[in-house]
């Protein structure tokens, strides 16, 4: 690798998961470790990108030649944050665990328990980040994440048509692949083609797929 793909692009990256406050102690996550999106921002900087990174709560330190690093905790946040850097982006890779969905209210103190009676959390839906950015005008290149645990190809596919994407990158979860695993295994489409990138790193896969995104991009605007 090495080759200048990406050279005079600003990719924009979003990567971890999201944390959303039940009270001042609790959240409600995901397993998102990060790495498939910090090597993705990693091997776009290798590609000659100018990289912005947007990264869920992780425990990751800055790749390599990352030129910008915005932590964030919860998917509002997240959104503000790619909002505010995609003016400038000519890129955007979703990779993000985005939480669907968070507390209606978050509580000021700690939740107490009422003697064995359940516990009912009011859930409202978090916006979609890659939707909202495919619904302003003009608006980067963008690339989502797709995980599955079954039909992969079909909702990878209805994903793109509709959040009016690029290309989406899917990926199986379980089995030893995706959250919190070293390997992963993508199946890329786009409108009109598809890719396949066999079980490999994630370090050496998001190689790859920074190599596509690249050549899609040329291809979508010459
Ligand atoms: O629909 P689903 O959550 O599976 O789609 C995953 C893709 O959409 C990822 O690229 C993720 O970053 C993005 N997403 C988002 N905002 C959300 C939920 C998902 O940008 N609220």
Redesign the pocket.
Known sequence: FGSATLAGLRVLV?AGPTYEDIDPVRFIGNRSSGRMGFAVAEAAAAAGAQVTLVAGPVSLPTPAGVARRVDVRS?AKMREAVLAASDTADIYI?????G?YRPAQVAERKLKKHDGAPLVLDLAE?????KDLAATHPHPFLV????ETHDVAAYAQD?LSR?GLDMIAANRVGAGLGFEADDNALSLYWPGGSEELPRASKRELAARLVQCVGMRYRAAKP
Do not use: M, Q, R
């Not at 978090?126 to 890659?130: A, E, F, K, M, T």
């Open positions: 979003s998917a979703g990779a993000a665990a985005v669907d978090n916006p979609d980040i890659l989502g994440f797709a995980a994903k959040k």
